[in-house]
């Protein structure tokens, strides 16, 4: 903190914490909007590479997608924060005990990743994501009469 006070153009951007969890909800958003999309695009593959039912892979494919979707807009973030955060718990169980993933590998996506993320769910979830969204923009116009 005390390099960033000393340069006094960073200041503004720096100590915003509503940005930085827009960006941030932003961010994981986007991925997993993609992989709630590809589950959801053939659930069948899907469910087939991931050694589980289709049923249950289109469930999570859709928890993944509309999480995904009320993070990136501001839409009730520390619900879709909850339940990606749920979904990252199973994904690092899966991967460690029943598919036998390591922490780190080059074939494969390790477990480091979904850790990350879960990392990130649970912060969205409690600071509660920020002020700034899509929802509260509009809510601001309206009260505002714009």
């Not at 590479?49 to 009320?70: C, R």
Request: aromatic content about 12%; hydrophobic content about 60%; some cysteine.
């Amino acid at each position: 903190m005390l390099v960033l006070s000393m340069l006094p153009h960073f200041t503004p951007v720096a100590f915003n914490p509503d940005l930085g969890l827009y960006f941030l909800r932003l961010a994981v958003g986007a991925v997993f909007l993609f992989h709630g999309w590809m589950k959801l695009v053939n659930v069948s593959a899907a469910a087939k590479g991931m050694g589980m039912k289709a049923g249950n892979v289109f469930v999570i494919g859709a928890i993944e997608l509309l999480g995904a979707l009320m993070l990136i807009i501001g839409y009730s973030v520390q619900l879709a924060a909850f339940l990606l955060a749920i979904i990252l718990v199973g994904a690092v169980y899966y991967k460690i005990s029943k598919w036998k993933v390591p922490f780190y590998s080059n074939k494969s996506t390790g477990y480091e990743f979904d850790l990350v993320m879960l990392a990130s769910c649970l912060a969205i979830l409690l600071t509660g994501g920020g002020s700034i969204g899509f929802v509260q923009g509009l809510i601001r116009m309206v009260n505002l009469g714009v």
